[in-house]
């Protein structure tokens, strides 16, 4: 075979359509050309590997040829070395794609369908399935094949709804540059979130630079922008928000760094950017770093924290849960001496704690000493911070038990 010729034959062919007037057929001709040719090179590939002409031209395998001589990734290598067999094993899969009716991404799709719904079905509906690969995306294909397998097990969906309820896990750290997203969704969770990005995420109009990845960001940012504004179910008090924490003389002066609550350090440039279009809430902090804003005494007049109360308690906990060793955020402002026993709501006898502390508390597994706010467990011993992991831990004296339920019986009596 004269491998100049073909190839000069191709390039004269793709010229030829490529002057064609009609430039939707043309690109619908060159589509199909470009189909056959990859089909071509899965036979090439099969033969390779039969012949081993790959170790003659000094490769240990057809796919270390096809990376080295081709410059195919690990990926396409793969997918081009599965094709040629699968051809071969369905010769009307191999007409179709050496024609050009059919891409490589549809063979894939066979392949799959002969090693997990098996050759016997397969066959069975095989012209069904090639007419849908002749006629739709390669997704199409790859649904149809995945409800032909539901079809014929369907005892491995309940199995495979466990198994994946048993994966699930989010991670979100931060790294220099951003975020560092990885995880596992349940089906149905992970069908919600792509139904909400879908939707948030579609081009704002023909002309729009954005890449897919882009849209889906930006789609991620509406979604929490919007939860952020109209705010969460509880008693918390405010709406949830992101928290910069940046020293007056940063922006007077232009220079320094502030703190992103959950994230850590940025720029000044960053801060002044994100402060363009957030709201600013001034804390006046004294020299032991105690933040003071705002009415620190409501007594009995409301039961929930302030605003001004909250925005206290999160800047002197640093937005974290009071409670020793719990480093999540703050959803509750509670009550050291409870709201039901005759608690006041002043600043003095409220601290921000997590959901779960919260209800340790109240089921009596950890008891706040009502004067020093620190916390106890069922039998009174300190519980140790992470700062004072050095201190002996001392018992919460009875006469101090007596006293947290006195002023409780005097408050409720009051």
């Not at 056959?36 to 590997?49: K, T």
């Not at 940012?221 to 008090?237: A, K, N, T």
């Not at 804003?293 to 640093?318: C, D, M």
Request: charge should be neutral.
């Amino acid at each position: 075979m004269d491998i100049g010729g073909v190839v000069e034959q191709l390039q004269s062919t793709a010229a030829a359509l490529d002057a064609l007037p009609d430039t939707a057929q043309a690109l619908r001709e060159l589509e199909a050309a470009k189909n056959a040719i990859a089909a071509a090179q899965a036979r090439l590939v099969v033969e390779l590997a039969d012949s081993l002409a790959h170790e003659d031209a000094g490769y240990s395998s057809p796919k270390a040829f096809l990376r080295a001589e081709l410059g195919l990734d690990t990926r396409a290598a793969n997918e081009l070395i599965a094709a040629g067999p699968t051809m071969r094993r369905l010769p009307d899969v191999g007409q179709a794609a050496d024609i050009g009716a059919i891409s490589l991404d549809h063979v894939k799709h066979f392949t799959y369908c002969l090693s997990h719904v098996g050759e016997d079905v397969t066959r069975r509906f095989l012209p069904e399935l090639v007419d849908v690969a002749a006629k739709a995306e390669p997704a199409s294909l790859r649904m149809v094949v995945r409800k032909l397998r539901e079809a014929v097990y369907p005892d491995d969906l309940d199995q495979k709804w466990i198994d994946g309820m048993a994966k699930e896990d989010i991670s979100l750290d931060p790294v220099p540059d951003g975020w560092h997203v990885t995880g596992f969704l349940n089906s149905v969770t992970g069908a919600k979130l792509k139904t909400v990005l879908q939707s948030l995420s579609a081009p704002s109009g023909a002309n729009d630079p954005r890449s897919s990845a882009q849209r889906r960001v930006d789609g991620l940012e509406q979604l929490l922008d919007g939860v952020l504004h109209h705010g969460l179910p509880g008693d918390r008090g405010v709406r949830p928000h992101i928290t910069l924490t940046v020293d007056a003389q940063t922006i007077r002066d232009d220079e320094g760094s502030g703190e992103l609550v959950g994230f850590g350090p940025v720029g000044v440039r960053q801060v002044k950017e994100i402060l363009c279009g957030g709201q600013i809430t001034p804390v006046v902090v004294d020299r032991s770093r105690t933040a003071r804003f705002g009415s620190h005494k409501l007594g009995r007049t409301v039961r929930l924290a302030s605003v001004a109360q909250r925005l206290v308690i999160e800047t002197e906990q640093r937005h974290r849960c009071a409670a020793p060793g719990c480093a999540n955020p703050i959803v509750h402002v509670h009550h050291v001496v409870w709201w039901s026993d005759g608690g006041t709501t002043d600043l003095d006898n409220l601290i921000g704690l997590c959901p779960r502390c919260h209800r340790a508390v109240h089921a009596g597994t950890m008891v706040i000493d009502p004067d020093t706010h620190e916390f106890y467990n069922r039998d009174h011993l300190l519980l140790r911070r992470a700062d004072r992991r050095h201190r002996p831990r001392r018992r919460l004296t009875e006469e101090r038990v007596r006293r947290a339920r006195y002023r409780n019986q005097t408050a409720r009596a009051g």
